[in-house]
Each structure stands twice: as structure tokens, then as C-alpha cells.
């Protein structure tokens, strides 16, 4: 990992780190080992197998994987991760695939998200009995009785107050 010295190795253990400095833009396929930080902007599909954070002036826009994500400046496209953690002042404009999402206040989400599949952790004989103590007979309409068939397919969230 020496700057001038070209042969010398990381040493053993530790992380390897990537610095996209402001001003520097990337392109393309990308592959990444170790932990990663974005001041520029990448565009292109993203394959990093750590985290990845965006700084306040940093760009990730295509389709981007990775463990953990956190951003403070701009992530737009496809996202599939562990956890996606947005930051005051970040924005994220996807369509993004993670088991979990934290938005700070200041934070913007626009887009949609779903769980990885198979959903881990989830019974699905549980989720179909804690679905039924969720279920209200209508009288009128005995097929309205699903309090989830009232709620929007989508949903916007925004820091802004």
C-alpha cells in the first residue's frame, strides 16, 4: 500500500481504504476491495465489498452493492446492501434493496424499498398469523376486512419539516 514504494503489501488485518477525492470522477464497471470513500462522483455499476460512505459532495449514480452505505451528499439508481444509513444533508433516489435503513433528520429517501430475499429472521407462518390479528370484519363488505389493503403502495420520505 506504499504511495512510492509500488511493492509494499498492506499489512495483515488491516482495511484497505479508497478515497475519491472532490473533483475526481470514475466511470464504468467497478470493482472495489476494502472500504470506500466518495467525495467525487462515480457513475457505472459499483461493486464494493465493504462500506461504502459518501461524503457531502460525493456522487454514486448507477447500480451500486455493497455491505454498509452512508451517505451525506447524492446516491441515485439501484442499491442493494446490509444497511443504508442516510445522513443530514444526504439524498437518496433509488430503488434500494437492504434488511435496514436508518434516515437521519435532514435526510431525503425518494424511491422505493424492499427486503432482500428470502426474508431472514421472518417466519413466514408467524407473519401470516401476526397478518390475520390484523384483520377488522366490515359488515357491509366482508372483503374489506385487510387494514393493509388501505395503506399506499408507495411512499415518499423527506427530512424536510
Excluded: W
Excluded at 122 to 135: A, D, G, K, P, V
Excluded at 141 to 152: C, E, I, M
Aim: hydrophobic residues 30%.
Amino acid at each position: 500500500m506504499g504511495i512510492l514504494n509500488r511493492n509494499v503489501p498492506p499489512k495483515p488485518g488491516r482495511a484497505t481504504v479508497s478515497i475519491i477525492a472532490k473533483g475526481n470522477s470514475l466511470s464504468g464497471e467497478i470493482k472495489i476491495n476494502g472500504k470506500t470513500h466518495v467525495d467525487g462522483s462515480i457513475h457505472g455499476h459499483i461493486l464494493a465489498e465493504e462500506d461504502i460512505s459518501i461524503g457531502r459532495y460525493g456522487l454514486l449514480k448507477g447500480r451500486i452493492r455493497g455491505k454498509r452505505i452512508f451517505v451525506s451528499g447524492s446516491l441515485e439508481g439501484e442499491v442493494i446492501c446490509d444497511h443504508l444509513f442516510i445522513e443530514p444533508g444526504g439524498q437518496v433516489h433509488a430503488q434500494v434493496c437492504c434488511g435496514d435503513m436508518k434516515i437521519d433528520q435532514g435526510g431525503v429517501f425518494v424511491g422505493e424499498r424492499t427486503l432482500p430475499e428470502p426474508m431472514q429472521g421472518i417466519n413466514t407462518l408467524e407473519l401470516s398469523e401476526q397478518r390475520s390479528e390484523h384483520m377488522i370484519e366490515h359488515p357491509e363488505n366482508p372483503d374489506q376486512g385487510d387494514v393493509f389493503s388501505s395503506l399506499p403502495e408507495r411512499i415518499t420520505l423527506s427530512g424536510k419539516s
